[in-house]
C-alpha cells in the first residue's frame, strides 16, 4: 500500500498533467478564436469568476460529504468543459461557457485530496515535518505541470498535420488524462465513511453554518487573513504574467508557428519551480525555519523579476528571465502552506484553502481585468510593471504577520517545532 505522500505525488502529478497539455497554448487558442487581449481578459474572468463563486461552498461541501466524493464531481465537470471547448468553440458565448465550467471545475476540486493529504499525513506520522512534505509534493506539480506543457507545445503541429484544428488534439489528450486521475482516484484514495441519512440535502442545509464559521474564523484571526490577503496579490500578479506571456513571446518570435518553443518555455518554468521545491527546503533549514522572513525576502525579489522581465526584448533573455521568476515561485509556496495549515483546524481544513482559493480568485479577477485592459491600451510590459510594484509590497503583508505572531506569542507558526 503506498504512502499518503506517494499517492498524493501522483495524484497531483496525473492531475495537473492534465492542466499543462493546454497552459502553452490557452491564450493562443483564445486568440486563435477571434479574442483580443482583453477579451481574454473578460474570458479568463469568467474562469476566476466561477472559482470565486462555487469555492467556499464546494469546500465546505467537501468538509461535510467528503474530498474524494467532490474531487469526483470536479472531474466530470471538467471533462464536460473540455468537450464544449473542443466541438463549440467557434461561437464565443461557448467559448466563455467552457471556461467557467473550468472554474466550477477548479473551485470543486480546490482543497479536498490537499486536505485529504494533511489529514492522512498527521494520522500516519503526527510529528512530520508538513513543510518537507509539501515540498516534496510541489515538486511532483510542477514536474507533471512541466511534462504536460512541453507535449502540449508539441501537440498543436501534430493537431494540424492530421487535418485537425491547430489546438484541438490539447484538448483530446487533457481530456483523456482528466478521466485516468479520476480512475485514480477511485482506486488509490481511501477515506473515512461519511454516513449521513440524505447526505447531500443534509450536507447543503449544513452549508450556512460551515461558512459562517469559515469566514468568522478566517476574517478574525489576523494571521490567517493576512495570509490570504499575501494570495490575493499573488492572484492579481501572477495571472498577468501566466496570460500574456505567450502574446509577448509571439511578439518577440514573430509568430505562433513554433509552437514547440511555447511548450519548452512552459515546461522550463514549471522545471524550475520543482527546482524551488527542492532547494526551499535548505534554505529554511539555513534561516530556521523563519517561513514568514523567508517569505518576506523571496517575495520582493520575484516581484523586482516582474519589472525585469518587461525589458526583454530577446527570447534568450525573456527565457532566462521567465524561467528565474517560477524559480522564486517555487521557493515561496511550501513556507506558505506549512504556515497556513499550522494555524487551520483540521475540521475547517478543506473550507479554509476554498477560502484562499477564493483570496486568489479576487485577485485573478481584478489582475484579469485590470492589467489585460492596460495591456490593451498600454502595452504588456507596461501592466507587468503594475504587477511587478504589486507583488514586491506583498512581502510587507508578511513583515505584519511576523509582528501579529509575535504579539500573540504564536511564534511557533514560524519558528522550528
Known amino acids: 500500500m503506498m504512502t499518503p505522500i506517494r499517492t ?36 479568463l474572468s469568467t474562469f476566476s469568476f466561477m472559482v470565486f463563486l462555487f ?14 466524493t467532490v474531487y469526483l464531481i470536479s472531474s466530470s465537470v471538467s471533462i464536460c468543459a473540455a468537450f464544449v471547448l473542443l466541438i463549440l468553440s467557434d461561437n464565443i458565448l461557448f467559448l466563455f461557457l467552457g471556461m467557467g465550467l473550468k472554474g466550477i471545475s477548479r473551485s470543486l476540486s480546490t482543497g479536498t485530496i490537499e486536505a485529504w493529504f494533511v489529514d492522512r499525513f498527521r494520522m500516519v506520522s503526527p510529528t512530520g515535518d508538513l513543510q518537507k512534505a509539501f515540498a ?21 503541429m501534430a493537431s494540424t498535420s492530421i487535418g485537425w484544428e491547430r489546438y484541438s488534439l490539447n484538448l483530446v489528450i487533457m481530456l483523456a488524462i482528466d478521466a485516468w486521475t479520476a480512475i485514480f482516484t477511485i ?5 473515512r465513511s461519511y454516513k449521513f441519512d440524505k447526505r447531500i440535502w443534509n450536507s447543503f442545509q449544513n452549508l450556512p453554518r460551515v461558512l459562517g464559521d469559515a469566514f468568522q474564523f478566517g476574517f478574525h484571526n489576523r494571521s490567517i487573513f493576512l495570509l490570504m490577503s499575501a494570495y490575493l496579490i499573488w492572484g492579481f500578479s501572477v495571472m ?6 505567450q502574446p509577448r513571446l509571439k511578439w518577440i518570435l514573430g509568430s505562433e508557428e513554433q509552437s514547440w518553443i ?25 534561516f530556521k525555519n523563519q517561513y514568514a522572513l523567508i517569505l518576506v525576502i523571496f517575495r520582493f525579489t520575484m516581484g523586482t523579476s516582474f519589472i525585469l522581465l518587461t525589458l526583454q526584448t530577446r527570447i534568450w533573455g525573456f527565457s532566462f528571465m521567465y524561467i528565474f521568476m517560477f524559480l522564486q515561485n517555487g521557493f515561496i509556496k511550501s513556507p506558505h502552506q506549512s504556515l497556513f495549515h499550522q494555524l487551520v483546524p483540521d475540521e475547517k481544513r478543506s473550507t479554509m484553502i476554498s477560502l484562499e482559493s477564493l483570496f486568489i ?21 507596461f501592466a507587468w510593471t503594475i504587477a511587478g510594484v504589486a507583488f514586491c509590497s506583498s ?13 500573540t506569542n504564536k511564534n511557533n507558526c514560524f519558528r522550528p517545532n
Open 8 to 43: 498524493f505525488c501522483l495524484h497531483q502529478f496525473f492531475h495537473w498533467m492534465a492542466v499543462g497539455m493546454i497552459i502553452p497554448v490557452l491564450i493562443l487558442f483564445l486568440m486563435n478564436k477571434g479574442l483580443d487581449l482583453f477579451q481574454v481578459g473578460l474570458c
Open 395 to 407: 512581502s510587507i503583508i508578511y513583515l505584519m504577520f511576523m509582528r501579529v505572531e509575535n504579539t
Open 136 to 156: 516534496i509534493v510541489g515538486i511532483f506539480v510542477p514536474l507533471g505541470l512541466g511534462i504536460g506543457a512541453f507535449v502540449g507545445g508539441i501537440l498543436p
Open 187 to 191: 482506486i488509490l484514495i481511501s477515506e
Open 55 to 68: 469555492e467556499l461552498p464546494t469546500g465546505g461541501l467537501a468538509d461535510q460529504i467528503g474530498r474524494k
Open 361 to 381: 480568485s479576487v485577485g485573478a479577477i481584478s489582475g484579469n481585468v485590470v492589467l489585460g485592459w492596460l495591456a490593451n491600451i498600454r502595452s504588456i510590459p
Open 240 to 245: 498577468s504574467i501566466e496570460n500574456l506571456w
Open 262 to 286: 511555447f511548450g519548452l518555455l512552459s515546461s522550463g518554468y514549471f522545471m524550475a519551480a520543482a527546482a524551488g521545491n527542492i532547494i526551499i527546503t535548505p534554505i529554511c533549514r539555513l
